[in-house]
Antibody, heavy 120, light 105 residues
Framework: EVQLVESGGILIQPGGSLRLSCVASGFTFSNYAMNWVRQAPGKGLEWVSTITDSSSHIYYADSVRGRFAISRDNSKNTLYLQMHNLRAEDTAVYYC??????????????WGQGTLLTVS | IQLTQSPSFLSAPVGDRVTITCRAS??????LAWYQQKPGKAPKLLVY???TLQSGVPSRFSGSGSETEFTLTISSLQPEDCATYYCQQLLGAPLTFGGGTKVEI
C-alpha cells in the first residue's frame, strides 16, 4: 500500500526558514517523480514544485521560486521542501504527492495527509 | 495556463446526472486530471489523461474532452460524492488547478 507521510509543519514567524519532509513507503521511491502541492485555509489547490526520480529535473511555481528548494534522498525514501523567507501567504496545508511511473506529467496519483504550516 | 471550472457550486438530488466543466486558456491536448477532495482530507485522483478512470474509482465517474474543453460527469450522484472537485492541467510547469466545484446533495 502506498503511503506518504508529511511532517515538519509548525507555527513560524515571517522571514523564518523551515524544512518539510515526506516519508514514502509501499513503492520503489527512487523510480518516481514527486511533487509538493499546497492549500491555503479555505482555498483551492496550488502546485508548488516537482522533482524527477533522479533529481535531474526540478520545477517551481513562480510564487516560491528562489525561496523554496525541493530535494529528495532516495536512500531514505524521503522528499523534502526547504523553505526560506517565509511569508504570511505561505500559510497552507502542504501535501506531497506521487507521480505515476513513466510520464510524470500525467497526474498526481497518491497524496499524503498533509502538514500545516502557519506563518504568523 | 489558466483553468476555469464551472459551476463553482452545485446541488443536486441523489441519482441525478451531474456535469462539471473545465476550460483551459490554451490547448493542453489531453493532459488533464480530475481530483475529488472531501473536507479535511487529501485530494484523490479520479481521472487522468482527460478520460482514463483511475483504478478503484466507481464507473459512475467519467471524463471527456481535449485541448481547451473538458468535462467530469457523475452519471448517478450518490451521497458519498459530496466533495469539492478540481481539474488540473499537466501539459508542463507550472502545473495549475481549476478553482474547484463544490458538490452537495
Amino acid at each position: 500500500e502506498v503511503q506518504l507521510v508529511e511532517s515538519g509543519g509548525i507555527l513560524i514567524q515571517p522571514g523564518g526558514s523551515l524544512r518539510l519532509s515526506c516519508v514514502a513507503s509501499g513503492f520503489t521511491f527512487s523510480n518516481y517523480a514527486m511533487n509538493w502541492v499546497r492549500q491555503a485555509p479555505g482555498k483551492g489547490l496550488e502546485w508548488v514544485s516537482t522533482i524527477t526520480d533522479s533529481s535531474s529535473h526540478i520545477y517551481y511555481a513562480d510564487s516560491v521560486r528562489g525561496r523554496f528548494a525541493i530535494s529528495r534522498d532516495n536512500s531514505k525514501n524521503t522528499l523534502y521542501l526547504q523553505m526560506h523567507n517565509l511569508r504570511a501567504e505561505d500559510t497552507a496545508v502542504y501535501y506531497c504527492a506521487k507521480a505515476p511511473l513513466g510520464d510524470y506529467w500525467l497526474a498526481l496519483d497518491y497524496w499524503g495527509q498533509g502538514t500545516l504550516l502557519t506563518v504568523s | 495556463i489558466q483553468l476555469t471550472q464551472s459551476p463553482s457550486f452545485l446541488s443536486a438530488p441523489v441519482g441525478d446526472r451531474v456535469t462539471i466543466t473545465c476550460r483551459a486558456s490554451l490547448g493542453i491536448r489531453n493532459y488533464l486530471a480530475w481530483y475529488q477532495q472531501k473536507p479535511g482530507k487529501a485530494p484523490k485522483l479520479l481521472v487522468y489523461g482527460a478520460s482514463t478512470l483511475q483504478s478503484g474509482v466507481p464507473s459512475r465517474f467519467s471524463g471527456s474532452g481535449s485541448e481547451t474543453e473538458f468535462t467530469l460527469t457523475i452519471s448517478s450522484l450518490q451521497p458519498e460524492d459530496c466533495a469539492t472537485y478540481y481539474c488540473q492541467q499537466l501539459l508542463g510547469a507550472p502545473l495549475t488547478f481549476g478553482g474547484g466545484t463544490k458538490v452537495e446533495i
